[in-house]
């Protein structure tokens, strides 16, 4: 197995602030690296794939980088809607794994 | 528009069974793998089982393995997840996901189906 690690675990921001989220993997996954975000009651929904391709119909404030163990989430000026659990997944290998999630709230 | 809708789930009593349902539509179910992912407060999400797009390939996390069994029906458009034995640990909210492509992310889940495992 792959266990992802994420950090921090929550993070409080406010509106139009810049966050970063990190999630680091304990081997090489090269860049098979997702982003998700879920909020209250929802499914997740994919945010961006492969460490940095921006999923279709996601607001470009949101960005990923990343390769091999470690990738971060970017948002660029966060907005009242952005505000919701994340979490990360690496679908390199099977079982894939997802991260434990970072709690996004406003400060 | 892709839609995956979950059933079956509900309250069942250690060592018992259940059997979930995922309909699918708004793609070409065949030509993609799916799987079962489970979700719960203390755990997070969790993968439980793949099943390949032409079902003779079936993955399943080693929580579940030998207990659970994946299944689809591609002239239904249904995915299954045939749970025995259960415990106490699986009770979860339960979601079928679409995979876009081999060793690729899931772009589409469905809402969830809760699955409680208590006497």
């Known amino acids: 197995d792959t266990p992802m690690t994420q950090s921090p675990s929550s993070l409080s921001a406010s509106v139009g602030d810049r966050v970063t989220i990190t999630c680091r993997a304990s081997?090489?996954?090269?860049?098979?690296l997702n982003w998700y975000q879920q909020k209250p009651g929802k499914a997740p929904k994919l945010l961006i794939y492969?460490?940095?391709s921006l999923q279709s119909g996601v607001p470009s404030r949101f960005s990923g980088s990343g390769s091999d163990t470690d990738f971060t989430l970017t948002i660029s000026s966060l907005q009242p809607e952005d505000f919701a659990t994340y979490y990360c997944?690496?679908?390199?290998?099977?079982?894939?794994?997802f991260g434990q999630g970072t709690k996004l709230e406003i400060k | 528009e892709v839609r995956l809708l979950e059933s079956g789930g509900g309250l069942v009593q250690p060592g018992g069974s259940l059997r979930l349902s995922c309909a699918a539509s708004?793609?070409?179910?065949?030509?993609?793998?799916m799987s079962w992912v489970r979700q719960t407060p203390g755990k997070g999400l969790e993968w439980v089982s793949d099943?390949?797009?032409?079902?003779?390939?079936?993955y399943y996390a080693d929580s579940v393995k030998g207990r659970f069994i994946g299944s689809r029906d591609n002239s239904k458009n249904t995915l299954y997840l045939q749970m025995n034995s259960l415990r106490a640990e699986d009770s979860a909210l339960y979601y079928c996901?679409?995979?876009?492509?081999?060793?690729?992310?899931?772009?589409?889940w469905g809402q969830g189906t809760l699955v409680t495992v208590s006497s």
């Open positions: 492969a460490a940095s």
């Open positions: 708004g793609f070409t179910f065949s030509d993609y793998a």
């Open positions: 099943v390949r797009d032409t079902a003779d390939r079936t």
């Open positions: 996901a679409k995979f876009r492509g081999a060793q690729s992310e899931y772009d589409s």
């Open positions: 081997q090489s996954i090269r860049g098979y």
């Open positions: 997944q690496q679908s390199y290998s099977t079982p894939q794994t």
